[in-house]
């Protein structure tokens, strides 16, 4: 089983500025690791995803996540907001052996708020 | 290309009645699934599907229903809705080629109270 431990209910950061929102994960099976966003009223969006490789992933608007083994987090940055990054996010994985399922397991979710 | 669907946008019921919400994907994807998104909870997985007339429970499955009888539609049927399941609902569709690396595409989501 796995759990996704999202440790910031809510960031507020002022426009331009950097941020930086944890996550952590705990299973008992090797995982694949995805960051979606939620905008007001939508569905979720991915924003990147880890499946091997380089530690560093990019995704999408700017920003970028770095997979860490030994302590099992999978941080997303940004080196600078906007207001229009305003949303929920949401980390989550899903197991590398496929039992068909494919369920994801998501965290609880960040509000970031970006003010002027 | 609409993506992935879903209706209605907002639903009230009361304690016993029946629903089905809608779900639809565009894409040709043979992977559908539910799930249910609660405050402080993120989102939990329902029903799934692997392709047509294929089905099976994911984590939280009780009190709903659904079937799978074409590739592009997923409906989920509440039977006797109960105020526990007052929820924001999604419906996600995905290919199924590499496994559980696929992203999965979610619809907007529907929001259903349950007085």
């Known amino acids: 089983a796995q759990s996704v431990t999202q440790l910031d209910s809510q960031v507020p950061v002022f426009e331009e500025a950097p941020v930086e929102l944890r996550c952590n994960y705990s299973?008992?099976?090797?995982?694949?690791l995805f960051w979606y966003v939620q905008y007001p009223n939508q569905g979720l969006q991915l924003l990147l995803k880890y499946l091997s490789g380089s530690t560093l992933v990019k995704g999408i608007n700017g920003f970028e996540a770095e997979f860490n083994k030994s302590q099992t987090s999978f941080h997303l940055r940004k080196p600078s907001v906007h207001i229009s990054d305003t949303a929920e996010y949401f980390c989550?994985?899903?197991?590398?052996?496929?039992?068909?399922?494919?369920?994801?397991?998501f965290g609880s979710g960040t509000r970031l708020q970006v003010q002027p | 290309n609409a993506g992935v669907t879903q209706t209605p946008k907002f639903q009230v019921l009361k304690t016993g009645q029946s629903m089905t919400l809608q779900c639809a994907q565009d894409?040709?994807?043979?992977?559908m699934s539910w799930y249910r998104q609660d405050p402080g909870m993120g989102l939990r997985l329902i029903h799934y599907?692997?392709?047509?007339?294929i089905t099976d429970q994911g984590e939280v499955p009780n009190g709903y229903n659904v079937s799978r009888s074409t590739t592009e539609d997923f409906p989920l049927r509440l039977l006797s809705a109960a105020p526990s399941q007052t929820s924001v609902y999604f419906c996600a569709s995905s290919y199924w080629g590499s496994g559980s690396r696929e992203t999965q595409y979610f619809g907007p989501g529907t929001r259903l109270l349950v007085l």
């Open positions: 894409m040709n994807h043979e992977y």
């Open positions: 599907s692997v392709g047509a007339g």
């Open positions: 989550a994985v899903s197991p590398r052996v496929d039992t068909g399922r494919r369920a994801l397991t």
């Open positions: 299973s008992s099976v090797s995982v694949y």
